[in-house]
């Protein structure tokens, strides 16, 4: 079957069984994005001292506070560092390490993936890996695309690269293997969904000029929304993947509310709570057939259109 541009049909996810009979899995991920998401934004941004400021509580505060958090409950997490981040805050990202957490992949300076092509695409890859492997000593199994602004082609460059996994997409509830189109055939990538509304930058971030509509939240109302899509992954079978900023989640309230959350998920002998990359290793260890997501034929759709729109 094909939809109306010819195209095969894409199909949901398939369930995915979790280890030891578990219902669901989770996982509290931290983007440290630091001054990198801001000059991402704007390059001049870098001129402004309190904006920097802002952006480096996250290495210099947020982190450490996170570390002794997630080591009270023991719990492992997944950190994407942008290279960037790595270079300017090497200490930070050695600490993440030492204390037995994934680092993964996140762009170098943060820059918006959206329209790049290919080869630009590449060497902000590379210089990532670069900086990554100089100060952490790691060659990260797992990419997260900076604002999840994958390109049709990222998912080849990503293969190209060795990762496992990547976990930018949003078209499902569980982890899928994606098929990826290469000149030896087709192979896959472990994809590990993602959704705004498990992101706390809608919820917390505000930056003049640069982010946020000036509304910071309540941290109990953010958690209550996470705890509710915890919640229903659980009995769904899901898998519950929250993305985090140490420069916003780091804060006292916020982290001291997020560890209220931590707790309860960890405690909970349904649900697994670990690594991404353990995660993606244990869904490519299922055997699972490869799922594609399509790009639409964007002429054949406007050639259906309703005359009268």
Same mark, same amino acid.
């Given at each position: 079957m094909? %939809?109306?541009?010819?195209?095969? @049909?894409?199909r ?9 009979? &578990?219902?669901a ?11 990198s998401?801001?000059?991402a934004i ?6 402004r001292?309190?904006?920097?400021s802002?952006? +480096?509580?996250?290495?210099?505060? *947020?982190?450490?506070r996170?570390?002794?958090?997630l ?8 950190f ?10 090497p ?8 204390? *037995? ?12 993936? +959206? ?10 890859? =590379? ?9 952490a000593?790691v060659?990260?199994?797992?990419? &997260? ?12 460059l990503?293969d190209?690269?060795?990762?496992l996994?990547d976990?930018?997409?949003?078209d499902? =509830? ?9 000149? *030896? ?15 706390? $930058?809608?919820?917390?971030?505000y930056?003049?000029d640069?982010?946020?509509?000036? @509304?910071?939240? =309540? ?6 929304? $996470?705890?509710q ?7 769904d079978?899901?898998?519950?993947l @929250? ?11 916020r ?10 998920v ?19 260890g ?8 399509t790009?639409? %034929?964007?002429?054949?759709?406007a050639?259906?259109?309703?005359? *009268?729109?």
């Amino acid at each position: 079957m094909s %939809d109306v541009s010819g195209a095969p @049909l894409m199909r949901p996810a398939d369930p995915v069984p979790w280890p030891g009979g &578990r219902r669901a899995a989770a996982a509290f991920t931290f983007d440290v994005d630091a001054e990198s998401a801001a000059l991402a934004i704007d390059p001049t941004s870098g001129r402004r001292m309190s904006v920097m400021s802002h952006q +480096a509580y996250g290495p210099l505060v *947020g982190v450490p506070r996170l570390l002794r958090m997630l080591e009270r409950h023991g719990v492992r997490s997944t950190f994407f560092v942008p290279g960037f981040t790595a270079l300017r805050h090497p200490g930070v990202v050695r600490d993440i390490v030492a204390a *037995g957490h994934e680092i993964a992949h996140h762009g170098f300076r943060h820059e918006s993936m +959206a329209g790049l092509d290919a080869a630009t695409e590449a060497v902000a890859l =590379d210089r990532g890996l670069d900086a990554l492997e100089q100060v952490a000593g790691v060659r990260p199994t797992g990419f &997260r695309a900076p604002m999840w602004e994958l390109n049709w082609h990222s998912p080849g460059l990503l293969d190209e690269r060795g990762f496992l996994y990547d976990s930018s997409l949003m078209d499902a =509830d569980v982890p899928y293997e994606l098929a990826v189109d290469t000149a *030896g055939g087709t192979r896959s990538l472990v994809e590990l969904p993602v959704s705004w509304g498990l992101d706390d $930058w809608e919820q917390y971030c505000y930056l003049p000029d640069l982010s946020g509509s000036g @509304l910071v939240e =309540d941290p109990q109302k953010a958690v209550a929304l $996470w705890r509710q899509e915890f919640t229903a992954l659980r009995e769904d079978g899901g898998c519950f993947l @929250l993305t985090c900023h140490p420069f916003l989640s780091g804060r006292p309230g916020r982290a001291a509310a997020l560890e209220g959350l931590l707790a309860e998920v960890a405690a909970d002998r349904g649900t697994w709570t670990t690594t991404l990359d353990e995660i993606a290793r244990h869904v490519r260890g299922l055997g699972l057939a490869p799922r594609s997501v399509t790009p639409p %034929d964007l002429d054949e759709v406007a050639a259906h259109r309703d005359p *009268g729109v």
